[in-house]
């Protein structure tokens, strides 16, 4: 596209085109400066219409305005902030924070030799577990999708020795990480940089950007820049000798192909890097060296073409991340071994191409026969293990439904609660008629009953205080009520996501030797029944929440009443 925003324009009359920032297929980045506010440098994001078909046209869009809310949310220093967001001249624009400097992928080329130093590595890495951090902890949790070096903005120091502050900028693939969800609505990300997942059905999580983030902290090691052979981490030492054994064993196992196999969280890889830093400056780790002895992450060598096996020991996830969606980690595992199965028989088919053509056809075929079957059964276990594991969750998660449904019948009715309401009632209405009686009686000798009047009318608003504490028992059963409620809800969630990710392992492991335990009914009826007992729960709220409603109503009149009468009354 044409990029006709001249130096001088004024859009909307108020940003004055400085420069030209950037551009790409379908937009641009320009510098500008903000008139209505001392001329403050911004960036202009800028999207155009213009050549696009429909479909690129709605997915643009649909990634601008994306940008636009993500970004109005959110405050850190590690994210640019947005102004302003306005159309014109058939293009969108987002207005936010103009960075000075440069992407990680400029400094990186004209820095590294071939990398950068571990202790550079090392401080950049903590600026970015600090802003992933604070993306997976919003609410719901931001996954990145597209941690890269040209997506991190580098702003150095008045030095100009090191580097000062990184940016996280191009938000226009980020996500919410919705629970329970299966797959991404859309699946895409930079060659390399992007984990397995991103490449299949399964929804992306926070490993999705440890991966990512596993692949820049390699690449910004060694210089390798992993768009070339994807998946295939080599050495990093070899590269960059200075590199602490902790520090490669750690960042092998960010970028292992299968999620469940990756750190839980940026706060895991933050505490492991923080630890390879206490150890180089000499201070004592924090945690024990007997302990961290056996949370050690142990060295698995990698070649500059193949994937080795994962750390055989590592922090493991927590009980809160054990709940996550089963079917991210199954439904991952098969996009691994499908990625896995392709890389290894195109690179060996490419290698040994150049031996057959110097004479050794013979061989050479053989070799690539036997490594075509070699990957095709890693890749076939690693299929099979996962309708075994996924047969395994849903087993454990129709149990789970099963036994959370009865939680919902042990107070169907509310009856307890109703019956001191009830009681409570008839006892105000005795209380009024008393009253009522001796207002009837008149003042009697000296006046007497004027006080006994009073006094009526004061049990009677007691008895609207008892009503009004059935109100707070009430809330006390309902609370808990409510929690079983979203229990079951999620159970059934749950079970039914379990039930597709099955029927997509078995699909998937085609001619494989494992099968469904379940079938769709098992399925069907354990969530129908479900269902009912829900049902029938919160019809019994809703009857005991009006019966509520009508005997506050009508104590409240008693109450008025109670007290008019006995206003009434002079003596």
């Not at 920032?21 to 379908?26: E, F, K, R, S, V």
């Not at 950007?209 to 692949?215: E, L, N, V």
């Not at 206490?278 to 004592?284: E, K, L, T």
């Amino acid at each position: 596209m044409a990029h006709n925003l001249a130096p001088g324009s004024l859009l909307i009359g108020r940003y004055r085109i400085l420069s030209l920032a950037g551009a790409g297929g379908m937009g641009a980045v320009y510098k500008a400066a903000d008139t209505q506010l001392g001329d403050r440098p911004v960036a202009l994001k800028e999207l155009s219409e213009s050549g696009l078909t429909p479909v690129e046209l709605a997915e643009a869009t649909e990634a601008f305005k994306r940008e636009a809310l993500l970004l109005a949310e959110l405050h850190h220093p590690g994210l640019p902030s947005i102004h302003d967001h306005f159309t014109t001249g058939g293009r969108w624009y987002l207005v936010m924070d103009f960075i000075e400097g440069e992407t990680l992928e400029d400094y990186l080329h004209h820095a590294g030799r071939p990398g950068l130093p571990v202790a550079q590595v090392l401080r950049i890495a903590e600026h970015l577990c600090a802003v992933l951090d604070y993306l997976h902890h919003h609410v719901p949790p931001i996954i990145f999708r597209d941690l890269k070096p040209s997506n991190v903005m580098v702003t150095r120091a008045a030095s100009g020795q090191s580097p000062d502050q990184f940016q996280l900028i191009d938000f226009g693939i980020a996500r919410l990480f919705k629970p329970g969800q299966t797959h991404d609505t859309v699946s895409f990300g930079s060659s390399g940089y992007a984990a397995p997942e991103q490449y299949g059905k399964a929804q992306t999580t926070v490993r999705s950007d440890i991966f990512s983030f596993g692949a820049l902290l390699h690449q910004l090691l060694t210089g390798i820049d992993p768009s070339i052979t994807p998946f295939a981490f080599p050495p990093i030492q070899p590269y960059n000798a200075q590199t602490p054994p902790a520090l490669e064993a750690l960042i092998l196992w960010m970028v292992q192909l299968d999620p469940s196999k990756r750190p839980p969280s940026v706060a895991v890889v933050s505490q492991e890097l923080d630890q390879i830093v206490r150890q180089m400056h000499g201070v004592p780790p924090v945690i024990p060296p007997q302990q961290r002895a056996a949370l050690a992450v142990p060295l698995a060598p990698i070649s500059s073409m193949t994937w080795g096996p994962p750390p055989t020991a590592h922090l493991g996830p927590s009980a809160r991340e054990r709940r996550a969606p089963r079917g991210l980690v199954v439904l991952g595992s098969i996009g691994a071994a499908l990625v896995v199965l392709c890389i290894v028989v195109q690179t060996c088919a490419s290698a040994l191409g150049q031996d057959i053509a110097a004479g050794q056809s013979a061989a050479a075929t053989a070799a690539v026969q036997q490594a075509d079957a070699q990957a095709t059964e890693t890749a076939q276990a690693v299929l099979d293990q996962a309708v075994t594991d996924a047969n395994a969750h849903l087993s454990t998660d129709l149990n789970g439904l099963s036994s959370d449904v009865p939680s919902l019948a042990t107070v169907p009715d509310f009856s307890s609660v109703l019956t001191s309401y009830a009681n409570d009632w008839a006892q105000m209405q005795k209380d009024y008629q008393t009253e009522h009686t001796d207002y009837q009686q008149g003042c009697g000798p000296y006046g007497g009953n004027a006080i006994t009047v009073r006094d009526d009318a004061i049990a009677v608003h007691d008895d609207l205080i008892a009503i009004q504490d059935d109100d707070i028992a009430l809330g006390d059963d309902v609370r808990p009520f409510n929690s079983d409620i979203g229990s079951v809800q999620s159970d059934m969630q749950t079970v039914q996501s379990d039930w597709t990710t099955l029927q997509n392992a078995v699909a998937a492991d085609g001619a494989g030797s494992v099968s469904a335990q379940f079938t769709s009914s098992d399925v069907n009826t354990a969530v129908s029944n479900a269902q009912k007992q829900v049902d029938a729960s919160n019809k019994a709220l809703k009857a005991a929440q009006a019966s509520a409603k009508q005997y506050d109503t009508e104590s409240g009149q008693k109450d008025t009443d109670a007290q008019n009468l006995a206003d009434s009354m002079h003596c």
